[in-house]
Structures are given as C-alpha cells and as structure tokens.
C-alpha cells in the first residue's frame, strides 16, 4: 500500500513540475520582451536593475522565492535592489503562465 502510494505521489510530482515548461534563451527572451524586462536587466550585467544572475544569487534559496518575485514583478514596488522602483507589469502585457514560466528561468540562472 505504501509503494503504491508513493509511486502516485511522485507521478503526481513529476507531473506538476512539467507542467511548467522549461524555458530556453530565446524563449524567456521573446517573453521579456513583450514585457519590456530588457529596459532594465539583463542576464549577467547590472542596468537601472539588477542582472537575473543577481536575482537568481538572492532568491534560489528563499522558499517562496518564485511567489515573492511574481508578487514584485505584477506590483512593482523599490527597495530591494536600490533606489530605483520597478514598475508594476500587469497580466495584459505577459499571462500568469508566461510569468511563472519567466521566474523559474531567472531562478535557473
């Protein structure tokens, strides 16, 4: 009863991690750019924010790391990085599914 068990809690768990497709370059780049992400970061140099290596180095080991910067990436907000705000990004510009798919790349890096 155990291992059946168990074998459906770990289906169950592969199937909630692909269900959130891996992104590659090119496409966490088509993303960020219909949210204009670029204006400011970039993968590995600082801008007027900080470089998604930067983000990836403070976050991965925080446990809601991928819930905090959903949070911050739909409402904006300062502080964390620097003077500068970051300006809140609304569902109209990328859906809940391409922001999350976005994060776990900038988490990857």
């Known amino acids: 009863m155990r291992i059946a068990a168990l074998a459906v ?9 692909s269900a959130v497709a ?3 370059d090119k496409a ?3 993303i960020m750019a219909k949210a204009a992400c ?7 140099k600082k801008g007027v924010g ?3 290596k930067d983000i990836a ?4 080991s925080e446990k809601n790391a ?16 620097g003077a500068v705000p970051m300006p809140p990004n609304p569902k109209s510009k990328i859906s809940d599914e391409e ?11």
């Open 9 to 17: 809690t770990m289906s169950l768990a592969v199937a909630s991690a």
């Open 38 to 44: 670029s204006a400011c970061h970039a993968i590995d």
């Open 66 to 81: 991928a819930a905090a910067l959903a949070k911050k990436v739909r409402e904006g907000g300062g502080g964390a990085y």
């Open 99 to 109: 922001l999350k798919q976005m994060i776990e790349w900038v988490l990857s890096k």
């Open 22 to 24: 891996a992104l590659d």
């Open 28 to 30: 966490a780049a088509a």
């Open 57 to 60: 180095r403070k976050r991965k």
């Open 50 to 52: 900080p470089s998604y």
